[in-house]
């Protein structure tokens, strides 16, 4: 009938009133991008009734893609898994398990894991240079350099890894970044790039070559590049993968000896620095905008 000229908006806005009448209004965020769409929960008597973008949501004003717009499936579905679901080792079944138990197996082999593989201190040989107090015959004080094995404490593990998600906020990423670095795990950085998986491996190792003395290529093929670089002080492994053909996902997770008289956390934003620092050169030498999803 709108097309004959009749304005339904009225009689739209009563229907939408009626169904939600008494019902509680909740904001929230969208769950599944990073885009962070703003959406209106209504709930009654404890079930979501409706959902629907939130109008005065700074970023999508009340958009939501198809996703989003079908969000309440994800709770009113019979589909849905309401337990941990559990595959032993060889078997090919899954099982229902009791959120008590998944979450005591979690932490056991966390614990065994980060025990297993745990590294409190590494030796590694260092590059020090010295100027002689005095002058030679030329005039000119000679610079001197030495090479010397020295014990560095690290306290890290290098059998546990984290990778970020894109639709982590702020404050989640804050508590994950203090669970994981209690545990030992060393930064990582991971990025999105917005060029071809070929052209970021070649700007990688071109740019590894250049700067390190000791370039390790652990693989390298169609969908994944696997790098280890090393120099006197410090070593970052590097991993980039396609995730389409305009689009490369990389990780970097870097590598420090702690400082003498430094805390902890300072060696933590070195490392973190470093990472940060290998991405934002990889993009400037591919002269891209890179989207860094945990920092």
Known sequence: MSRLGFDLSPVEAYARELRITGAKETTTICC??????????????????????????????????SKGGSLSQVINNENRLRKPRYRAPGSVAWKDVEWDWALDQIARRIKDTRDRTFTATKKTTIREKKVADTPDESGLSRETVTETEREFVVNRTDGIAHVGSAALDNEECYLIQ????????VHVAEAEIPAPAEKVYRAAVSMAEERAPVVKILKKDDEKLLLEVTDDIQKASFKAESISQEKTAVIVKADVPKVEGKEKEYEKEREKDLALRIIDNLCTKLNVQCSVINK
């Open 32 to 65: 599944y991008c990073s885009v962070g769409c703003g959406i209106l929960v209504h709930t009654k008597e404890g079930k979501v009734i409706n959902t629907e973008g939130d109008p005065d949501h700074p970023v999508s004003e009340g958009s939501l893609c």
């Open 178 to 185: 203090k669970l994981v670095r209690s545990w030992g795990v």
